[in-house]
């Protein structure tokens, strides 16, 4: 199972990445000014990650495909990396719909 790890940037914002079970990071979120906003930004990946047209593939101006997964209301509320591949792309899709809906939460602050 994957999990949802909350750390500290240098500036003192909460941000949480979503890891796969291969510990693999495979969405990372915006910055939050506390740790309270953070928890309701990974209960929001929880319920949306569920939804396939959530997600939206972009593609960066180095030619890499990448995704962001979207709330209701258009927010973005996590992007993945830069992949090889749409293909790659799409298994991050994929990955993130399997892993965040039951993943656990961890602070490694």
């Given amino acids: 199972m994957g999990k949802f790890e909350i750390t500290v ?7 949480f990445n979503l890891k796969a079970t291969n510990g693999q990071v495979i969405l990372t979120s915006e910055g939050y000014t506390t740790k309270a906003a953070c928890l309701n930004g990974i209960e929001s990946v929880k319920k ?8 939206e593939t972009l593609v960066a101006k180095n030619g890499k495909p990448y995704f ?42």
């Fill in 68 to 109: 962001n997964l979207k709330a209701t209301n258009g927010q973005v509320i996590g992007q993945s990396q830069m992949y090889a591949s749409e293909k790659n792309c799409a298994n991050g899709i994929a990955s993130v719909m399997k892993n965040a809906p039951e993943a656990e939460v961890v602070e490694a602050i």
């Fill in 48 to 55: 949306n990650a569920k939804e396939e047209k959530r997600f």
């Fill in 9 to 15: 940037r240098k500036n003192g914002e909460f941000q």
